[in-house]
């Protein structure tokens, strides 16, 4: 069993940054590859950015050169540093965990991200 909890989303201008943290627990974490979607109401889940246990990336059209994904497999945790925000990247934000062998898959609740203009 895999838990992800989501932390740092908030309020922020347009313009400003943000770092979402997901912190997992249980230890097969390790060998999941973990990512960022985000969604807003009405339409589909989008992937922001995702990150392979030997630390591959991978970024979604949408937030792609404003965004860098990390992790640190120490701490369980991953991360999402988020700059030059714009209002349409207003969204609730998902931490996802993802193995393929074995298979498992599993969402945090989302963090909040709100920009204003």
């Known amino acids: 069993q895999v838990q992800l909890v989501e932390s740092g989303g908030g309020l922020v201008q347009a313009g400003g940054s943000l770092r979402l943290s997901c912190a997992a627990s249980g230890s097969i974490v390790s060998i999941a590859t973990l990512g960022w979607f985000r969604q807003v109401p009405g339409k589909q889940r989008e992937l922001v950015a995702s990150?392979?246990?030997?630390?591959?990336?991978n970024y979604g059209d949408s937030l792609k050169g404003r965004v860098t994904i990390s992790r640190d497999n120490a701490k369980k945790t991953v991360y999402l540093q988020m700059n030059s925000l714009k209002p349409d990247d207003t969204a609730v934000y998902y931490c996802?965990?993802?193995?393929?062998?074995?298979?498992?898959?599993?969402w945090g609740r989302g963090t909040q991200v709100t920009v204003s203009s």
């Open positions: 996802n965990a993802d193995s393929i062998q074995p298979r498992f898959n599993y």
């Open positions: 990150i392979t246990p030997g630390g591959r990336t």
